[in-house]
């Protein structure tokens, strides 16, 4: 096979062309579901096989990366933009995790969407997102990531507007595209800044050059910023968060792959990919590790009060996403990689099981109207139950590893760790632990508060949907012990850890444990309870309330101070004298200059003979003169 | 000045009278005979041209010219006819249908 | 001739130069010139027009003008003409030969001949089309009146 990572990429849009051509309204739907949903899952898988093979073919090169050019894509002057594949060891976990949590989300996806009218424009769009998404980390090349960076925007924009038909799912979708636009903007400036200064914008070039120490020619500090602002519109971070809560709108399918798994993990990916950059840049990465404390303290407060069941975990991932910025911000790259990896698992394990459960209720998603599924639908509450110990840092289980490693190297790491970070993301983990406790109580616990009708149809989910949700359960629980830092050590180092410290890090671990049994055991003490025992502490911390629930109005800010007055200009300045006055009025003027012209200079056609024979006589006078100045 | 630039001012002055009186005159039939008027200041001039150089081209076109003139009139007179039929005057004023 | 009223008037008035324009022509020594002059224009277009003025019985309604809306810028573009016309001839090349009476001979009507008839027989055969085509027209021409009125 002569380019096996291209193929890798390709497979999933040569089933979104299929599907979408075929499987859709555009084609007049030639292929039912079982063929569109055959097509949409092989591809996934087959790419899924096609990266086992490419990892053993890295591994037995002793992990030098494959190098794989496809095509020169332009060549302007002496600058060349190739397409080319790129697969280490850091593309080989990203890659592997898309396409294998991708193709179980395909195969669920056939389950949920089964019923669903625009079935084959589904798997189509799904398709279309992996093969982005499959650019981005295949991509050597910081064009290619960001065509694959885009691409996945634009999936997410059609997949959280999937059902167009409420407006609200629109809104919501448009929300993420703009507010990813944002992002991009600061994306390209880093990227202009890096081609600028180095003639190329191959990653691996780029943190070779920053490897050998400082570079001169351009601030390492300014690039990160500019990138970072770009993964924060892509991964949810500060200020750019916003559109994370409304893309829920969306299947949840879609939530559990884009939302969860792989696009909101491209900015971290993008930089622990740069790293070079940022372990020059200081500044930029004390700002990071701030922006994702706090990010995951702020979203970690919202989700205490959220009654959606999907709400719950959009802000629990806007949470472990903010930690996973702390990893890098404290230059523990590869920890925040190893924490993408767990948070894929269990967190689409979450989602999915979630959709479960929505299916089971027949489309209900708060959970005040739920209550004692677990007798109703014992494998979703299982493997529940398993991705929800795994969130809340049970030891055993792999969030457990991974984010002890993160809240350890937040507080030694010597580039940047600090105690107030590490308490912070303690704090954050505590409540991490609670208001996931919280969600499971109250969806699969106590008395049943459901209405009759929902009851009676309560029905477990099909072989699709459950084989998929005790797979990931299974990842959630062992997927820790992968040990990904390690593996990915030699292309990213761990940074080194303040000598004075390390005595610390069997009590910080003990300390991890006791953090995480405590949210256990104080949201199942609140909530197992009578319901007035919830509803005082709820009424003991009103104001507090009202603002959580609002969530810190955050999204009123952004419609007050941004998005009026931006529609003001567009309305008054853009439109009335800009499109109206300049552009009509010049074409207008233009126009009425030609019909007036021709108006006055038709008077010269005055049907006189003898006014014609008067022009010729001029004339003959002007050619006179005019051809004897010559002579 | 010498005979030749007479006859040729002769020629000239008789060229723009013609062409002055195309102008000026409101009546078709002179405005024709105006325009005789130029053929002959043309022909006049040619000959002048002819005898100078002692070329027989010049006498040649001359001959042409009356010819033509022969030809044109015998073809305007008609089309005044008819013109002055349609209009029911010999005002060119009247003809100014191709106006605009 | 610019100013005469009557039509009538003003084909006289042509007739009596193109007879002193044909005694020049006959003084220069190009007898056949002048000959053909007298005979053509005098003797055919002049008497065709004639003819045709009193066919018209034009009656000018009383009153009506002379001139054209033109006149005033006509007749200044009329004078620059001269001028212009003037000035070129003053600056044109001296006259390269001399008149006949001067000390040359004049321009025979042999000489004319045989050139016409050999070394320009083009202009010959062009009279000849002319003629032919200006018989034809005139008949279409008869002929659209007559349909027209009948």
Request: net charge neutral; glycine share 10%; charged share 10%.
């Amino acid at each position: 096979m002569t380019h096996p990572l291209a193929l890798i990429a390709l497979l999933p849009l040569l089933g979104f062309l299929l599907n979408g051509t075929f499987a859709t309204a555009l084609g007049g739907k030639k292929f039912n579901n079982t063929a569109a949903a055959l097509i949409a899952c092989a591809m996934p898988i087959a790419a899924f096989a096609l990266t086992i093979q490419a990892f053993f073919t890295l591994q037995a090169n002793g992990y030098a990366p494959i190098v794989e050019p496809l095509y020169r894509w332009a060549l302007v002057g002496e600058h060349t933009f190739d397409i080319t594949f790129y697969f280490d060891r850091l593309s080989a976990v990203m890659t592997l995790i898309v396409t294998g949590v991708g193709s179980v989300i395909h195969i669920y996806s056939t389950g949920y969407m089964h019923d669903d009218k625009s079935f084959g424009r589904f798997m189509a769009y799904l398709n279309l997102f992996l093969f982005f998404m499959l650019l981005l980390v295949l991509g050597r090349s910081m064009l290619l990531l960001f065509v694959g960076w885009e691409g996945v925007g634009l999936a997410s924009y059609l997949l959280i507007g999937f059902w167009f038909d409420d407006l609200a799912n629109a809104v919501a979708g448009r929300k993420a595209f703009i507010t990813n636009r944002i992002g991009d903007a600061g994306f390209l400036i880093g990227m202009f800044l890096l081609y600028g200064a180095f003639g190329t914008l191959d990653m691996d070039t780029i943190n070779a050059a920053f490897a050998v120490g400082p570079v001169t020619v351009v601030s390492a500090s300014l690039v990160g910023f500019f990138l970072f602002v770009g993964a924060t519109g892509k991964s949810a971070q500060i200020p750019l968060y916003v559109w994370l809560p409304d893309a829920m709108a969306g299947p949840t399918p879609v939530s559990a792959l884009i939302h969860a798994a792989t696009m909101v993990t491209a900015g971290v990916y993008l930089v622990a990919r740069m790293s070079g950059v940022y372990m020059q840049a200081p500044d930029t990465s004390q700002l990071m590790a701030v922006v994702g404390v706090l990010t995951a303290f702020m979203a970690a407060t919202i989700a205490l009060v959220q009654t959606d069941i999907k709400k719950v975990l959009a802000y629990s991932t806007v949470s472990q996403l903010g930690f996973m910025f702390v990893a890098l911000g404290v230059g523990a790259y590869g920890v925040a990689i190893f924490h993408v990896v767990t948070h894929a698992f269990f967190k689409a394990c979450l989602f999915l099981g979630a959709g479960s459960v929505i299916h089971a209720l027949g489309g209900e998603q708060d959970i005040r109207k739920m209550g004692g599924l677990r007798k109703h639908i014992p494998i979703t509450f299982w493997t529940f139950l398993v991705s929800t110990a795994a969130i809340a840092g049970i030891p055993g289980l792999a969030g457990f590893f991974s984010k002890d490693e993160i809240l350890w190297f937040a507080f030694a790491s010597e580039k940047g760790g600090a105690p107030w970070l590490w308490a912070m993301g303690a704090l954050t983990a505590f409540m991490t632990a609670f208001y996931m406790t919280r969600l499971l109580w109250l969806t699969f616990f106590g008395a049943s508060r459901m209405s009759h009708e929902v009851e009676h149809h309560v029905h477990e989910s099909p072989l699709s949907m459950t084989g998929v949700l005790g797979v990931l359960a299974v990842l959630s629980a062992v997927g820790g012990y992968i040990g990904i830092p390690h593996f990915l050590e030699p292309q990213i180092p761990l940074p080194p850890v303040v000598e004075a410290l390390e005595h610390y890090e069997h009590t910080l671990l003990y300390v991890s444990i006791a953090i995480a049994f405590a949210g256990v055991g104080l949201a199942v003490f609140m909530y197992s309870g009578p319901a007035s025992r919830a509803a005082g502490v709820a009424k003991a911390a009103g104001p507090l309330r009202v603002v959580l629930e609002g969530k810190y109005y955050v999204d009123e800010l952004y419609a007050a101070v941004i998005v009026r007055p931006l529609a003001w200009v567009s309305e008054h300045v853009f439109f009335k004298v800009g499109d109206k006055l300049l552009i009509d009025g010049t074409l207008n003027g233009l126009a009425g200059l030609a019909q007036r012209s021709a108006g006055w200079l038709g008077r010269a056609q005055t049907g006189s003979l003898q006014f014609y024979a008067l022009l010729v006589m001029m004339g003959m006078v002007g050619a006179l003169l005019w051809s004897w100045r010559h002579v | 000045m010498d005979q030749s630039q007479l006859l040729l001012a002769v020629a000239a002055g008789l060229f723009t009278i013609g062409l002055l009186g195309v102008v000026i005159r409101r009546n078709a039939l002179v405005m024709l005979m105006c325009m005789e008027l130029m053929l002959n200041g043309v022909n006049l001039s040619l000959v002048t041209f002819s005898q100078q150089r002692g070329d027989a081209a010049g006498a040649v076109m001359v001959f042409l010219t009356f010819v033509v003139a022969t030809a044109e009139v015998a073809l305007a007179i008609p089309i005044v006819l008819l013109l002055v039929k349609h209009a029911r005057s010999l005002d060119v004023d009247r003809y100014s249908e191709l106006k605009g | 001739m610019l100013f005469l009223r009557e039509p009538m008037r003003v084909a006289l008035a042509l007739i009596t130069s193109m007879t002193s324009l044909g005694a020049v022509y006959g003084l220069m020594g190009v007898h056949f010139i002048a000959a053909f002059q007298v005979v053509i224009y005098v003797g055919a277009v002049m008497v065709f027009m004639v003819y045709v003025i009193m066919l018209l019985e034009v009656k000018e309604a009383p009153g009506s003008r002379r001139f054209s809306k033109v006149v005033l810028p006509g007749v200044v573009v009329g004078v620059l003409l001269l001028a212009a016309l003037g000035a070129g001839m003053l600056r044109g090349t001296g006259s390269t030969g001399t008149l006949p009476g001067e000390g040359r001979q004049a321009f025979s009507l042999v000489e004319f001949s045989s050139a016409f008839l050999t070394q320009y027989w083009l202009v010959f055969e062009l009279t000849t089309v002319f003629l032919v085509g200006a018989i034809v027209a005139a008949l279409a021409v008869v002929n659209v009146s007559r349909r027209r009125q009948g």
